[in-house]
């Protein structure tokens, strides 16, 4: 969960008036956050905010701009969301940009006024952007750049490797792109994102100037925000269109709360995007979504009048429409977190306060145990840990990425199933696997000592046309080792005991499978139905999760013996 640190002061300065650490902690439920650390000396707040669906509350200016909503019953007006703007600059896109970092979005701040806490906060905004919401960089990052060494228009193109040289952040000398992703810092730390490029992006202005090379680092002449200044240029490039535009708006939201005159900018694309060819941001990306006052009462347990939820809403930061019981709401352009009405309830709940529903208790005493199934897994897990092996776990939800792409089967006809209206790419889909979510564990464990033994026995998701909802879970288990020596026969030993312990019988089969080695792969099978598979993973398997060790998995589904279960 992102954590942040503020200042106790900045926080009453955006908010307006001072609070006592009570009042704030009697507040901060409207973020789903809460205080871990307060240091009376310095004032300084660390604040841990438990909702992922909402990066602009990861940041002091959000949390403010919330619980200001919430005091004045209505949200914050922003005149530069929509509506007929004149763009004060121009973004011009290369077309080699499409296969590489295709997107970008801007905007101008005018008039604030940076001293060091505020510079800190738009530091720490920008990182945690990048960092969590963008995925280390990879799909969002952010750059900050004094406005007046900039001459319109930008250009956002692509260079050679060792087309231009410029000196980046952190540095007193000119390099190369090729030679920051060597020898800087940044550079060394996030040129994986750029792997495979033969040119790389690079912003630069009508004069020339290299504002930076993103995502990067930006240029020491341009891009280096100092206390002092007024006027910043903020940019945002990244692969998702709509992760770009939303950062645009958080970023230019919370200027705006600091005192700054936001302008627009106009990005020219010269190939076709989801919103055009011309864009100009910040942009209104949130359509209204209608429901009715059923929504409300049914999943509340308590009948919600219309003016009763109009208000809460509003009090919320929506816009609502009442037309008898049905609703029409909207979320201000800095969110796009809106999937489905029960969304709109969870945010009535928190605005009304969970303390203010009525309690009731149960009418009806029932007992609860655990199914057939569970138990089973509760025994596979107590084997693997007799054996050796520690359990990770990890999250249901995963990404194309790590499902198809770096397991080598781009190739094949996988069907995931997907998460509609998706916010994050990282969070897209329902795994399929639970081997990639051991890769996940062990390629951030290349620290640790050998070997490594871990399992994991958890839910994954399969496409079924026969199933109700076209879809089926499946619980699975899967295993990995990982040493210099870690072979077949090793992890097979391991199998062999674990369906003797479970009492089932099987066999393995030759197979082939792009993750895995040749002749060093089989099919798990039992009473003719394929469970799953065992085997060495292929080297471009292990390279594409940046794995430098051998490692041998197998995964199984666990439905083959629930009926044999003692009692």
């Not at 319109?152 to 980046?168: A, C, E, L, W």
């Not at 203010?356 to 569970?374: A, K």
């Not at 640790?448 to 033994?453: A, K, M, Q």
């Not at 870690?486 to 009492?503: I, R, T, V």
Request: with cysteine.
């Amino acid at each position: 969960m992102p954590t942040i640190q503020v200042k106790i002061k900045d926080l009453e300065t955006l908010l307006g008036r001072s609070l006592t650490l009570t009042e704030l902690a009697d507040r901060l439920p409207l973020v789903k956050g809460e205080i871990k650390e307060h240091d009376e000396f310095s004032g300084e707040l660390k604040l841990e905010l438990n909702d992922t669906n909402r990066p602009d509350l990861w940041c002091v200016e959000g949390i403010a701009r919330q619980i200001k909503t919430h005091r004045l019953k209505k949200a914050v007006a922003y005149p530069f969301y929509g509506g007929k703007r004149k763009a004060a600059a121009v973004i011009e896109v290369s077309p080699s940009l499409k296969t590489i970092r295709p997107y970008i979005g801007a905007c101008i701040a005018r008039g604030l006024s940076i001293d060091e806490e505020t510079l800190i906060q738009l530091i720490q905004t920008q990182e945690k952007l990048s960092e969590s919401f963008g995925r280390k960089r990879q799909w969002v990052s952010i750059g900050l750049y004094r406005l007046v060494d900039i001459a319109f228009p930008v250009f956002y193109k692509t260079v050679q490797p060792d087309g231009v040289r410029f000196t980046p952040l952190g540095f007193e000398s000119p390099m190369t792109p090729a030679e920051i992703l060597k020898k800087h810092p940044k550079g060394t730390a996030y040129a994986g994102i750029l792997s495979g490029a033969g040119v790389y992006p690079l912003l630069a202005d009508r004069e020339n100037r290299i504002l930076s090379f993103p995502p990067i680092i930006n240029s020491r002449e341009v891009g280096e925000v100092q206390v002092g200044d007024r006027d910043l240029f903020v940019e945002v490039t990244g692969t998702d269109l709509r992760m770009v535009i939303l950062t645009v708006n958080i970023l230019a939201a919370n200027l705006a709360d600091r005192g700054a005159k936001v302008d627009p900018v106009e990005v020219r694309y010269p190939y076709s995007t989801d919103f055009g060819r011309k864009i100009t941001m910040p942009a209104v990306l949130a359509k209204p979504m209608g429901m009715t006052l059923d929504h409300l009462s049914s999943a509340l347990g308590e009948t919600i009048a219309a003016p009763k939820a109009v208000s809460v809403l509003k009090a919320y930061g929506y816009n609502v429409q009442s037309r008898g019981r049905h609703l029409t709401v909207s979320v201000p352009a800095y969110r796009d977190d809106l999937l489905h009405p029960v969304d709109v309830v969870e945010d009535f709940a928190i605005s009304r306060g969970y303390e203010n529903f009525e309690s009731e208790m149960p009418t009806e005493f029932t007992l609860g145990g655990l199914s057939s199934i569970e138990q089973f897994s509760d025994r596979a897990r107590e084997s693997m840990i007799g054996m050796g092996f520690q359990e990770v776990i990890s999250n249901i939800l995963t990404n194309r990425e790590e499902s198809i792409d770096r397991m080598a089967l781009s190739g094949m006809n996988v069907n995931l199933v997907a998460v509609e209206n998706v916010m994050s790419q990282t969070y897209s889909a329902l795994r399929n696997g639970i081997v990639p979510s051991l890769l996940r564990v062990e390629s951030a464990s290349s620290k640790s000592f050998y070997p490594h033994r871990i399992f994991e026995a958890g839910e994954t998701a399969v496409t079924d046309a026969r199933a109700p909802e076209g879809t089926r879970t499946v619980l699975k288990l899967a295993s990995l080792i990982a040493h210099p020596a870690a072979n077949f026969s090793e992890l097979h030993s391991c199998l062999d005991l674990l369906m003797y312990y479970l009492g089932g019988t099987y066999q393995l089969e030759p197979t082939s499978h792009p993750s895995f080695i040749e002749g060093r792969v089989g099919k798990i099978v039992t009473g003719g139905r394929d469970l799953g598979l065992i085997g060495e993973l292929h080297p471009q398997v292990l390279e594409n999760w940046q794995i430098t060790m051998p490692c041998v998995v197998f995964e199984l589904a666990l439905d083959f013996r629930t009926e044999s279960l003692p009692k």
